[in-house]
């Protein structure tokens, strides 16, 4: 795909950014890495050979049966006894003595003398989930941070990197989601509204300054209560009650740009008026709506974080980085909750704020750049 | 021979609302344009001067139907076009293009200038093959003076000339049989004002364009105009051929123009007798009984606040009642 030449050119103006610019490699990068929480940080092994075949649980299920075990629920990989069934390949001496067998196996090959294939395991760089309860071997959880918990972990003791990895996932996803629909629905009003004028104009003020008055938080407790919240539906609660964000600004650009001479110009020749909005005016409206967009971003990522922070957003299964405030809030005796939560925060947010005043920045064609 | 463009009786009439008005007062009418009449050959020139505010560019937006107004305007002697609907009008505005005042404003800042100029063709023939609209967005550039290689380009690495050819090229694209120029060299220096003149002189013969060419200065619409038509408050004041109104003009407000207008010569054109004219344009929210020229006229009686002249005369019409 090649870029048009005014888009080479926002291009070049982002780039000369450099804080922009180093910004956006760094966020891409987080967020690319974050898309693969699953094979970064999970509780169940990547690859496991058992008797010489490959199998892949973090995305398959296999039951504790599939490698000899008794029971047809799902292994658990972390108890000793399944790591030596699939390290002993399958030898019931594991059920006797699981680590001295697998010790064993590794070293000579054999199980309680008998000669074995021997299996391995290949855990993820962080062997826990976002939702893993982990033994933490007599420590009280929230636990500091140690070799096995980089960050330690937080009071239900599950592993606070694996959360954080997960939570910035969901966040910045939430946030893009939110960002994108309430744009196209808010640039859509805002246009109509302003381009049009008069009693639609009028009307639809008025509309938008009932509904933008409803009291979200209210309603968002009663549909909690209704139906159990989860990400969609929290995403569409944002997108309801969010679009009216940026019909102010749109409508405004579009009040002005409607009496320009060139949208004259482009009435007299006949253009239909979808056309007009959309090539003629919307590309002129596009820097004041771009410049909203960064306070859209953390503003939608703010929001969730309160909610989840309230208790009201998304179940405290879920990895939620709002819940991880509230925990260290709670337990103030293990000051690594805050800082985590603190630094995620400031990190994530200030990033896409310098992206968006990067891209905003580059729409401008008045602005001039090195 | 019919008319291309008979406009009979026009009137634009704007609602003004004040400031802290309650919600029921109704609002007061401005009348922009009260009655004007006027027909324009195929190929012929009409110019329109006036005064800022007397109606001018409202009356283009009016025939253009850019504002709303009432009366008609009969398009080659068969359908008024105050009667279609928007998209019954399409086809008669690929007939009837515009030029407009400020040349830069005109075009959108966002567009190249091969995307100005195609826009029309785009429009009204959406046909047209990708090579096609082109070939010809290039012969209109090379037409109006524009280099080939300025395709690409956008308004604001251009003059206010070349903005203005630009804007002539657009207009012109699509062949049409009307072009009103909206003050078209009002924005322009002196020397750019005589190309682009002479550019618009040239494509009319060539393309034997009706034009309506509003602007104030008396000069340029006497160097373009075949028939020269003069507006006061909305109303029609005299009308004449362009040779016959400069040489006599019959009414006082034309006069009173005419002789507003700089001599080169600085021996005549200190002995010229300027006819001041004293005060300033009334409020057309409450124009003056009878004659709206009368508060400011030299000659006026005391039927002038009674009697509403008519615009009476056959080739030199003239709506005054002390006309010389």
Partial sequence: MKLSALNQRRWTNFKSNKRAYYSLILFALLYGISLFAEVLANDRPLMVSYKGAWHAPFVRFYSEADFGG?????????????????????????????????????TSGTAAGEPVEKGWILWAPIPFSYNTINDLGGLSAPSAPDSTHLLGTDDTSRDVVARVIYGFRLSVTFALIVTALTSVIGIFAGAVQGYFGGIVDLVFQRVIEIWSSTPTLYVLIIVAAIWRMNFWLLVGMSVVFG?????????????????????????????????????HVLPNAMVATLTMLPFIVSGAISSLATLDFLGFGLPSDLPSLGELTLQAKQNLQTPSLAFTAFFTFAIMLSLLVFIFEGIRDAFDPRKTFR | MTALLKVQDLRVTFHISREGDMPWTRPRPLHAL?????????????GIVGESGCGKSTLARAITQMVAAQGKVVWNGTQDLLALSRHEMLPYRANMQMIFQDPLASLNPR?????????????HHPNLSATEVRARVQLWMDRVGLLPNQINRYPH?????????????????????????????????VSIQAQVINLLADLQRDLGL????????????????????????????????????????????????????????????????????????????????????????SKATEICARVIPELLGDSHQVACHHAA
């Fill in chain 1, 70 to 106: 008794d029971f047809r629920t799902e292994a658990n990989y972390k108890s000793a006894e399944v790591q030596c069934l699939i390290k002993a390949g399958g030898s019931l001496a594991c059920f006797d003595d699981p680590k001295g067998v697998a010790a064993e196996a590794e």
């Fill in chain 1, 243 to 279: 679009w009216t964000g940026l019909v102010g600004v749109v409508r405004a650009e579009f009040l002005r740009a409607r009496n320009f001479e060139y949208v004259r110009a482009a009435r007299a020749l006949g253009v239909p008026d979808h056309k007009i909005m959309f090539r």
């Fill in chain 2, 34 to 46: 009260n009655g004007v009449n006027f027909s324009l050959a195929a190929g012929e020139t009409l």
């Fill in chain 2, 111 to 123: 567009m190249t200038i091969g995307q100005i100029i195609a826009e029309p063709l785009k429009t």
């Fill in chain 2, 157 to 189: 690495e251009f003059s206010g000339g070349q903005c203005q050819r630009i804007g002539i090229a657009r207009a012109l694209i699509i062949e049409p049989q009307l072009l009103i120029c909206d003050e078209p060299v009002s924005a322009l220096d």
């Fill in chain 2, 210 to 297: 009706a034009m309506i060419f509003i602007a104030h200065d008396l000069s340029v619409v006497k160097h373009i105009s075949d028939r020269v038509m003069v507006l006061y408050l909305g109303r029609v004041m005299e009308v004449a051929d362009r040779a016959a109104l400069f040489a006599a003009p019959k009414h006082p407000y034309t006069q009173a123009l005419l002789s507003a207008v700089p001599i080169p010569d600085p021996i005549k054109e200190r002995a010229k007798q300027v006819i001041a004219l004293t005060g300033d344009l009334p409020s057309p929210m409450s124009p003056p009984s009878g004659c709206v020229f009368r508060t400011r006229c």
